[in-house]
């Protein structure tokens, strides 16, 4: 895809899965004939997002074992993810600042990145393009999608943004940092809510389930 956009995507996948229970990694879990995270990574390989990095943390090799034929994204282990989600930000951010020091004929000066969460494997490339393109538009530092009139995730941020980001601590995200400009946030209605859908539990896997094979069936046929 081309890289004209200027906007990466940092995918954050190092959670420990404590909500999923009975010793399951909820990024490793079946989703058709792919794992959870791969759904997402190729939703962002599909989108004109670049560069795309990949966060791990809990099992880290064997989540990189699943995920080592991708290309191209740049995978990158966060050593302190038990601290929270913000340690991931943190990693994902640093990655991207060296790698735009270091690969600068990869793709032009970055204008910011989309962070996205590794286990909404409904996500499409079309709703990461819809933010690109709304960032284009209005040049807000900040877009969002809502779905059904509510806030979600991906969120876009603006480079001017990456020190406050890079500033969180906790397991918060970036919440404070869209509290903070919320008079600066630009946000589209997408009308493809399961998009939004996680696989925090086992029952939002099994609802995550549902709505893949009511969404895969009409291809079937």
């Not at 959870?36 to 962002?44: F, G």
């Not at 919440?175 to 008079?183: G, K, L, Y």
């Not at 600066?184 to 939002?204: C, F, H, K, N, R």
């Amino acid at each position: 895809m081309p890289t004209h956009a200027s906007i990466a995507a940092i995918i954050l996948a190092a959670g420990s899965s404590s909500r999923m229970g009975g010793g399951r990694h909820k990024l490793l879990l079946p989703l058709g004939e792919k794992p959870v995270l791969a759904h997402v990574i190729n939703a962002t390989l599909a989108s004109q997002a670049r560069p795309i990095i990949v966060v791990l943390g809990h099992q880290a090799a064997q989540v990189r074992t699943e995920i080592a034929h991708f290309t191209p994204i740049i995978s990158v282990e966060n050593p302190d993810y038990q601290q929270g989600m913000s340690t991931s930000l943190r990693t994902g951010l640093q990655t991207l600042i060296q790698s735009q020091n270091t690969q600068e004929q990869a793709f032009h000066s970055l204008d910011g990145t989309i962070i996205l969460l590794g286990d909404q494997p409904l996500m499409t490339a079309s709703i990461i393009d819809a933010l690109i393109a709304c960032k284009q538009a209005t040049g807000n530092p900040i877009v969002a999608p809502l779905y059904n009139g509510k806030r979600g995730n991906p969120v876009l941020f603006d480079a001017s943004l990456f020190p406050a980001l890079m500033a969180i601590h906790g397991d918060e995200g970036a919440r404070s940092v869209i509290e903070q400009h919320r008079t600066e946030v630009a946000t589209i209605e997408l009308s493809d809510a399961m998009a939004s859908y996680d696989v925090d539990t086992w029952d939002a896997y099994q609802t995550v389930l549902a709505a893949w094979e009511k969404k895969e069936k009409p291809k079937n046929q």
